[in-house]
């Protein structure tokens, strides 16, 4: 069984940085397509990144393009989403998710991602 655990998160001032790391176990991981995800209170969850299994091909929601950087390591079985110049707007559980096979154009889809971690609160304070 595919286990994924998050941790990085916290509470940082807008303009500030922090770096999410997602830990995965229970599977060969440079197999796997990954997404980060949020979801703020009272919304639904977006999609924020996702990175191929080699890490040749990233893509980005247009809210944090420019800002925040997916990026993995797979011989320590770790993806990393450095966000920086965060925004009040950016506060969310982020979660990490794993799948098995990628669809061209379907990157964002969550219903696509078979794993996901239990989140990280992430609050940005104005």
């Known amino acids: 069984q595919v286990q994924l655990v998050e941790s990085g998160g916290g509470l940082v001032q807008a303009g500030g940085s922090l770096r999410l790391s997602c830990a995965a176990s229970g599977g060969t991981f440079s197999n796997f397509f990954m997404g980060w995800f949020r979801q703020a209170p009272g919304k639904e969850r977006e999609f924020v990144s996702a990175?191929?299994?080699?890490?040749?091909?990233?893509y980005y929601a247009d809210s944090v393009k420019g800002r925040f950087t997916i990026s993995r390591d797979n011989a320590k079985n770790t993806v990393y989403l450095q966000m920086n110049s965060l925004k009040p707007e950016d506060t969310a559980v982020y979660y990490c998710?794993?799948?098995?096979?990628?669809?061209?154009?379907?990157?964002?889809?969550?219903?696509?991602?078979?794993?996901w971690g239990q989140g990280t609160q992430v609050t940005v304070s104005s």
């Open positions: 998710a794993a799948r098995g096979t990628y669809y061209p154009g379907t990157y964002n889809a969550d219903r696509l991602f078979a794993y």
């Open positions: 990175i191929r299994k080699t890490g040749g091909s990233t």
